[in-house]
T-cell receptor, first 115, second 114 residues
């Protein structure tokens, strides 16, 4: 079974600075998807960024980018020019291409933005 | 935003009572999922459905049952609620997994079992 680990329960960053959230995962599969979801205080789960394992190029969405290291099974999220609205819980998730392709989540990292 | 609603949004109940949570979608997506969210665990899959009347268990299915009689509705039932089932419950939907890699989430239901 796949597992996802986020080793940083909490992180903080100054507004306008850059922060990196860590995620590692364990799988025996070669093809899969990885995601970062954001959960603000409203509890809504919002997709931030996705990465296909077969793509070597790191995904980027505006101020959000990932560092995908397939061999190391590492998938970190970098947030540039942090804004107050980035404050939230961030979850890393793995999705297999097999079966029902359910999501396996990490424990989450709470990100605080200091003004 | 994907058209997903959950009802109720909040519920407080007593131990031993039955509880049903409803997920309703307007996207006509085939796949629907129920997750629970607890501190320190992220979201964990309870049950999922891959079509009308087609359901299967996730990793934390004990104490829960589901039903899907229509494409748009996926019900989660706690036959006899326990305090360990106090949690936030999320529904998610997805098109055919071979067509898309993304699940969309509902707003969540906070359930408290006293």
């Amino acid at each position: 079974a796949q597992t996802v680990t986020q080793s940083q329960p909490e992180m903080s960053v100054q507004e306008a600075e850059t922060v990196t959230l860590s995620c590692t995962y364990d799988t025996s599969e070669s093809d899969y998807y990885l995601f970062w979801y954001k959960q603000p205080p409203s509890r809504q789960m919002i997709l931030v960024i996705r990465q296909e394992a077969y793509k070597q190029q790191n995904a980027t969405e505006n101020r959000f980018s990932v560092n995908f290291q397939k061999a190391a099974k590492s998938f970190s999220l970098k947030i540039s020019d942090s804004q107050l609205g980035d404050a939230a819980m961030y979850f890393c998730a793995y999705r297999s291409l097999q079966g029902a392709q359910k999501l396996v989540f990490g424990q989450g990292t709470r990100l605080t933005i200091n003004p | 935003d994907a058209g997903i609603t959950q009802s109720p949004r909040h519920k407080v109940t007593e131990t031993g009572t039955p509880v049903t949570l409803r997920c309703h979608q307007t996207e006509n997506h085939r796949y629907m999922y129920w997750y629970r969210q607890d501190p320190g665990h992220g979201l964990r899959l309870i049950h999922y459905s891959y079509g009308v009347k087609d359901t299967d268990k996730g990793e934390v299915s004990d104490g829960y049952s589901v039903s899907r009689s229509k494409t748009e509705d996926f019900l989660l039932t706690l036959e006899s609620a326990t305090s360990s089932q106090t949690s936030v419950y999320f529904c998610a939907i997805s098109e055919e997994p071979v067509l898309t890699d993304t699940q969309y989430f509902g707003p969540g239901t906070r359930l408290t079992v006293l």
